[in-house]
């Protein structure tokens, strides 16, 4: 480890936090350890706390936690009352509550009063359809400013909302939306990527047609300026012919509701199956994203937030609670490296950004075509950087400290859809280490066993488990009445703890490494290995833009299989695998160096952008991969298929 921090936050910038005003209220010294520790030893002050300071519009009750020995089984706030969307819209004023860039074509400015109109007259239209409490929509949109407001107005009525982006083909929304049955279902006309516009109407109408619940379809307007072709869908009517009877509605009668009150279903990858459907509790989600968004962020009133993600990845819904915070939204819809990838960059300094999220490929693309963005763009405003998606390599620190902004909080960050959070994340009153997680997150008991169930050392690589309840646990999985699913999927491996599938070890400094998904792990000799230790030496290689790894049983073991997506124009040589191996070996240990290294011209991928290492492996030992759906790119699969390489 580096003895030396990559930053360090002035005491100046310390002491104007709001985690450092929230220790002073909890009577804590400014000192995270021990604000995590009392955090989690005393679960009912802090959260009762965290309720109070982040100024939660409802009834909080008396009693904060019941059963808080069970995990599963613990009760939040079992007498509180209270809405999501209430909460978010907590502001009436005319400044500024989002800005949207769709590309470099189309730029929208939304106030916070014009906002709440917009809310309260979709509310009416929804209500007017029959949608009441636990009723689901469900949006196949862009990240668009007609998305959010459908979740608030669907929230604010009690209903369940669900999303999926456009560029899901029709049978992967169906694998969603067909397992929970949506009332009413909102589109758009198309979407915009790196410079293309693609229709969006034609899918429509065969998801619709699969769709039996669907009431009515809406459609906004986004990518046609007129003239669209609608009849063909079922009961379809514009998103403005919908709303316009209730155009003079100003207000919103929200519903009071119970803490664990549905607030939306996420999904899983779906790789290995049909998608889960993972049921997050409204009290839960704003609880926990207050927390983040405030303490862990410290994002305040006028701070500007971005975050680069589709309405498919549970980035989009932690980006909208932000508003509960009083932050400005920056939506982006799009390709990242539209002007050459720079089109973030100018988003930043156009918009003053404080705040930005973005995934560790995007990252490791910038580095890798070069981008230098301190010296081409003002980020003066910017404090913060945020990096999820998969682990960012200790190399992509540097590159950020040297190549963005020098004063600034890089802040890692690791949850999931699971959670519809972070189980470890950023500490804006600490040091920056090269490579490391800052810190777990407040309220969250999280820790590293070893393969016994027993607490890792630090340093000593396992499983990254949660031992005690937190709000943002899921409801449950729907469809799954006796919550066996559930309980599968968290507690089998070690009962009474969430073991989280993630690879992982703790660090002298308090922070965290993850090593990449547990079920992805190479195993060979029987030595696990994380695949992200492997990723942060191959992709320093200049040559090298992207690279998967799996591990092929072979001869009665398991051998570490390497492809590797090089720059254009070259090809995989003996010199090349040779740098590769030596790079490997000289920074990790003798096993971790692959007995096979191939050429691909793709990796697939999720929608969100994940690499899909479960899929790859099972292609290349001849099993079907059970959900191509789930996949941006499916057809990158053939290239591992029947590799005659592999036959030896």
């Known amino acids: 480890m580096n003895e030396r921090a990559l930053w360090q936050p002035s005491a100046a910038r310390i002491g104007a936090t709001q985690l450092a005003d929230f220790a002073r209220r909890a009577g ?18 802090f959260w009762s706390l965290v309720w109070d300071y982040c100024e939660v519009k409802g009834e909080k009750g008396e009693r904060i936690l019941v059963d808080g020995g069970k995990m599963p ?59 009441r409490a636990g009723d689901v929509v469900a949006a196949y949109m862009p990240n668009l400013p007609e998305t959010l407001i459908t979740l608030l107005a669907a929230s604010s009525l009690g209903a369940i909302f669900t999303s999926a982006s456009p560029d899901f083909g029709v049978q992967g929304v169906l694998d969603r939306f067909g397992q929970v049955n949506p009332k009413l279902l909102f589109v ?106 405030r303490l862990h962020a410290d994002l305040k009133r006028g701070d500007k937030l971005f975050y680069f993600t589709t309405c498919g990845w549970m980035m989009w819904n932690w980006l909208v609670s932000a508003l509960a915070s009083e932050a400005t939204l920056l939506l982006y819809d799009g390709s990242p490296f539209v002007g050459r990838g720079k089109i973030l960059f100018d988003y930043a300094v156009a918009e003053g950004m404080t705040h930005f999220g973005t995934s560790a490929k995007f990252i490791d693309a910038c580095a890798k075509s070069e981008l230098k963005p301190r010296e081409t763009h003002d980020l003066a405003a910017l404090r913060t950087i945020f990096s999820t998606g998969s682990p960012l390599a200790a190399e992509s620190f540097d590159y950020v400290y040297r190549d963005w902004k020098e004063d600034v909080q890089l802040a890692s960050i690791s949850g999931g859809t699971d959670i519809v959070s972070c189980f470890v994340l950023g500490n804006p009153i600490g040091p920056v280490w090269r490579g490391e997680i800052q810190c777990a997150g407040l309220g969250m008991a999280v820790d590293v066993y070893d393969e016994d169930g027993r607490p890792a050392a630090v340093g000593e690589k396992g499983e990254l488990v949660c031992t005690k309840p937190f709000p943002s646990m899921p409801i449950g999985f729907w469809n799954d009445a006796n919550g066996a699913k559930y309980r599968a999927a968290y507690f089998e491996r070690f009962p009474g703890v969430w073991c989280h599938g993630d690879f992982a070890e703790k660090t002298s400094h308090g922070g965290f490494i993850i090593h990449g998904r547990s079920d992805a792990t190479l195993n060979p000799g029987g030595v696990r290995i994380g695949t992200a230790e492997i990723y942060r030496q191959v992709e320093k290689l200049p040559e090298v833009l992207e690279s998967i790894v799996i591990g ?36 990790t240990t003798p096993r971790h160096v692959p007995a096979k290294i191939l050429q691909v011209s793709d990796i697939p991928r999720t929608k969100s952008g994940k690499i899909v290492e479960l899929a790859v492996r099972e292609v290349v030992h001849g099993r079907p991969v059970k959900n191509l759906e789930a996949l941006a790119n499916p057809e990158a699969l053939e290239q591992f298929r029947n590799r005659p390489e592999l036959a030896s």
């Open 28 to 45: 804590q010294p400014l000192d995270y350890a021990a604000l995590h520790r009392w955090s989690i030893e005393q679960p009912e002050q």
């Open 73 to 131: 089984g613990a009760q939040w706030f079992p007498e509180a009352r209270l809405n999501y969307a209430q909460n978010l819209l907590r502001r009436r004023d005319d400044e500024t509550a989002l800005v949207f860039w769709g590309e470099d074509r189309l730029i929208r400015r939304m106030g916070y009063g014009d906002l709440y109109r917009r809310v309260a007259r979709l509310a009416l239209a929804m209500k007017s359809e029959g949608v």
């Open 188 to 293: 758009a006309d198309g979407y915009y990527y790196n410079g293309k516009t693609f229709d969006s109407l034609e899918k429509v109408k065969e998801i619709a047609a699969g769709l039996p619940s669907v009431k009515k379809v809406i459609v906004a307007r986004y990518t046609r300026k007129e003239g669209h072709e609608i009849d063909a869908i079922p009961n379809a009517v514009m998103l403005r012919q919908f709303v316009d009877p209730y155009r003079w509605q100003t207000e919103i009668e929200f519903v009071p509701l119970p803490f664990d009150h549905p607030l939306y279903i996420l999904y899983s990858s779906g790789t290995t199956g049909v998608p889960k459907c993972i049921v997050h509790s409204a009290g839960g989600a704003l609880l926990q994203h207050l927390k983040e968004h």
């Open 552 to 587: 092929q049983e072979w001869d009665n073991d398991v051998r570490v299989v390497l492809f590797v997506k090089l720059k254009e124009g070259l090809t995989l040589d003996d010199d090349l695998v040779k740098r590769i191996k030596e790079q490997i070996r000289a920074n």
